[in-house]
């Protein structure tokens, strides 16, 4: 089993004659260090899908296994430990927190996956240098361009070590030159170890993939 398997995910939302399938019998796995690109329309299902691997949604029917966990069985508060912990994400809308500089974006999800204080301020330094942000790591997230949020959001991500990063268009607001450094940044951690999941429309990222899966209309193929 790998880091990640589905089995007959369905997802549906509101009830009666207005009930939309959103997902319709999703199975998918995803080994340790992999790196899987999910592609496909808007409304094609790919948030949906990646809200249910990372336990921000459950499915309406289906199983889903993270990291030994089965999340379709699990409450709200075990599900957030795992996120917590296990569960790395990049969220296209940043999710940085507006009073916390960068440098303090990323020690706090150091904190709220129980990494040891003694280690933060290495691992800090270490995550916003690995994104090109180690400059700017006092500056708030009003201070900064999309851009550089976004890759201070990759830097709070990693840093806890998940096994497991879930990317919604992680590079959507780089340059061609960043891009391939936040590339390069996910080819290493996955020959760490680390499984990545991620939507893009980015053509470089597709390329070094070890698979691609297209949503269609509720569905994943490849």
Request: glycine residues 10%.
């Amino acid at each position: 089993m790998g880091i990640v398997t589905l089995r007959g995910v369905h997802k549906s939302f509101g009830g009666g004659s207005v009930r939309t399938h959103v997902l319709k019998g999703v199975d998918l796995e995803l080994p340790v260090g992999s790196l899987v690109m999910l592609k496909g329309r808007s409304g094609s299902g790919k948030t949906t899908l990646m809200n249910i691997i990372g336990g921000l949604d459950t499915p309406s029917e289906g199983e889903v296994n993270v990291a030994g966990h089965r999340l379709h069985l699990l409450g709200d508060k075990p599900r957030t430990k795992l996120r917590q912990t296990e569960i790395g994400f990049i969220f296209q809308s940043y999710a940085l927190h507006p009073l916390l500089s960068a440098k303090e974006n990323v020690e706090l999800s150091l904190r709220m996956a129980g990494v040891p204080s003694a280690k933060w301020a290495e691992r800090i330094d270490h995550c916003l240098e690995q994104v090109g942000m180690a400059q700017r790591a006092l500056h708030r997230p009003f201070e900064l361009s999309g851009g550089e949020q976004q890759r201070v959001a990759i830097a709070k991500a990693i840093a806890p070590s998940p096994k497991l990063l879930l990317a919604d268009e992680p590079t959507a607001e780089l340059d061609t030159k960043m891009s391939k450094r936040i590339l390069m940044l996910f080819r290493q951690l996955r020959e760490e170890g680390m499984a990545i999941c991620m939507t893009t429309h980015d053509q470089t990222m597709l390329e070094v993939a070890d698979d691609v899966y297209e949503m269609a209309d509720g569905r994943l193929g490849s």
